[in-house]
C-alpha cells in the first residue's frame, strides 16, 4: 500500500542543536510532498511544500527540506531549533490521487 | 486569514448516541475535509467534498457520514456513536487552485463513553 512514514515518534532536543526530521514514501510516480507543524495548542499549519522544480524547498520559520527522489525521502531540516519549535510535526504526500497521505507525526520537544 | 472554525472544541457523547461536528470556513473555499487524528496514526481522511451536495470517502469512512448543504459548512455525522470513534476531529478547507494547501479547524476532541 502507498504510505508515508516518519521514523521518529519522539525527537528531544537541546536549543541552538539541529534538527532532521526523517519522512520516506512508498511510491513509485510523481508526488507532491508537503509538511505540516502543529504548535502545542494551535491549528495545524503548512510549514513547506514541494511540487517540483528545486528539491531543496525553503519554508517558514528556517525551516527547509530536501526531495531525494532516489531515495523516496522528503527530510525536515533546521540547523538551530529553538524553544518554540517545540511542536508536531507531520510529513504527507499526494500519492496517485486527490487525497493526502499523512505520517503518523513526529513530536519534537526542544529544552531551553 | 483563513479561518476555520468547529462548533466544539471537546465534546462527550455515550455509545449509541448521534453525534455532529460542525465545521465553518470563511474564505469561500471550495473544497472541505474531515480527519481524524490518533496518536501514532497520525490524520486518517475521513470524506471530503469538492463542491455543495459533493461529497467523496476517504480512508476510513465507515461509521461517519456527510453534509455540505452551503458552501461554508460542512457536517460530520456519526450515526451512531461508539467507543472506537474516540478521537480528535480535524476539519480542514482549501481553494480549488490550491487545492494541497489545507487549512485546519483547531479540532474537536470526541470522546464516547
Known amino acids: 500500500a502507498q504510505s508515508v512514514s516518519q521514523h521518529n515518534h519522539h525527537v528531544i532536543l537541546s536549543e541552538a542543536a539541529s534538527l532532521e526530521l526523517g519522512c520516506n514514501y512508498s511510491y513509485g510516480g510523481t508526488v507532491n510532498l508537503f509538511w505540516y507543524v502543529q504548535y502545542p495548542g494551535q491549528h495545524l499549519q503548512l510549514l513547506l511544500k514541494?511540487?517540483?522544480?528545486?528539491?531543496l524547498v525553503k519554508g517558514i520559520k528556517g525551516f527547509e527540506a530536501e526531495f531525494i527522489k532516489s531515495k523516496f525521502s522528503f527530510n525536515l531540516r533546521k540547523p538551530s531549533v529553538q524553544w518554540s519549535d517545540t511542536a508536531e510535526y507531520f510529513c504527507a504526500a499526494l500519492l496517485n490521487d486527490y487525497k493526502l497521505s499523512f505520517g503518523a507525526g513526529t513530536t519534537v520537544t526542544v529544552r531551553a | 486569514d483563513v479561518k476555520v472554525t468547529q462548533s466544539s472544541r471537546y465534546l462527550v457523547k455515550r455509545t449509541g448516541e448521534k453525534v455532529f461536528l460542525e465545521c465553518v470556513q470563511d474564505?469561500?473555499?471550495?473544497?472541505m475535509f474531515w480527519y481524524r487524528q490518533d496518536p501514532g496514526l497520525g490524520l486518517r481522511l475521513i470524506y471530503f467534498s469538492y463542491d455543495v451536495k459533493m461529497k467523496e470517502k476517504g480512508d476510513i469512512p465507515e461509521g461517519y457520514s456527510v453534509s455540505r448543504e452551503k458552501k461554508e459548512r460542512f457536517s460530520l455525522i456519526l450515526e451512531s456513536a461508539s467507543t472506537n470513534q474516540t478521537s480528535m476531529y480535524l476539519c480542514a478547507s482549501s481553494r480549488d487552485t490550491d487545492y494541497y494547501t489545507q487549512y485546519f479547524g483547531p479540532g474537536t476532541r470526541l470522546t464516547v463513553l
Open positions: 474564505m469561500d473555499h471550495e473544497n
Open positions: 514541494y511540487f517540483s522544480g528545486d528539491p
